[in-house]
Structure formats: C-alpha cells, structure tokens
C-alpha cells in the first residue's frame, strides 16, 4: 500500500520541519510544503494529497480562508488545523470552515498522529467533520 501523502502548510520554518519529522517518521509522504494559504490552495490542486496540516494565522491568505478555497476544489479534502492561538472564536471559524480535526501548537508527536490517524479514518466511515460542540477551549 502506498504512503498516504500530505501538504504541510505552515509560514514557520521550524513549525514545518518538526510536522515534517514526525510524519515521515510514521511513514507519511510529504508531497509539498507551502508558507502561506495561496501557495497552500495552489499546492492542493496540484498534488491532492490524501491530507493538509494548515497554519491558521499566516500572511497573504490565513489558514481559514485557504481551508474555504481548498473546499470550494474538493470538497472531501481532509484538512487539519494547526494553530498556537487557543481563542475559542478562531477554533469556531477553523472548524466552521470545513477543517475536520485540530491541534494546538505546541503540541506531541502523539497529538499530531492521532488527529492524522482520526481524519484519515474518518474518510472511511464518510468522512465525518468535527461537530461544533469538539471545538470547545
């Protein structure tokens, strides 16, 4: 069975290279990498990876708006919000945009593999998003 493939999205260097580290190591494929949500929409269409990891809070277009923009492409994309800013309101909009799982920065190899883990599996049982009421602070 082929590597489940995946677009990390992140503006951070660093944030990046440790997604990165962690999912080759669990023997995901990381297809692209973009620094902003255009780069991220474009990155999408390109290489349609099975997953995103997206930065929230990046320049030119947010984490938000590009998980809309992707959606708007594919409307099965799986993506995964990643974020450091805790605010419940920013939760809501990312998971009112589509997203189907998050995780709070800083966060464990083993924070980012079960919500890698829960959307792949998700896709299987028809692609359930996260109800409002998982997005709670």
């Known amino acids: 069975m082929a590597a489940k493939t995946v ?7 660093f944030a990046r290279k440790l997604i990165k580290d962690i999912l080759v190591a669990a023997k995901y494929s990381v297809v692209a990498e973009a620094t902003n949500g255009e ?4 990155l ?3 290489f349609k990876p099975d ?11 947010g984490g938000i708006e590009a998980t809309r ?16 800013m805790a605010h419940e309101h920013l939760l809501m909009d990312a998971v009112n945009s ?17 919500a890698v883990e829960k959307v792949l ?16 602070v």
């Open 7 to 13: 677009l990390i999205v992140d503006d951070i260097a």
């Open 39 to 42: 780069e991220a929409v474009s």
């Open 44 to 46: 999408y269409k390109k």
């Open 51 to 61: 997953f995103v990891t997206m930065d929230i809070v990046m320049p030119k277009k």
């Open 69 to 84: 923009s992707i959606l708007d492409v594919d409307k099965e994309a799986k993506i995964i919000a990643v974020s450091a």
């Open 98 to 114: 589509g997203v189907r799982d998050y995780i709070l920065k800083p966060f464990t190899k083993e924070d980012l593999l079960k």
């Open 121 to 136: 599996a998700g896709s299987e049982d028809g692609g359930k998003k996260i109800k409002k009421s998982e997005a709670t």
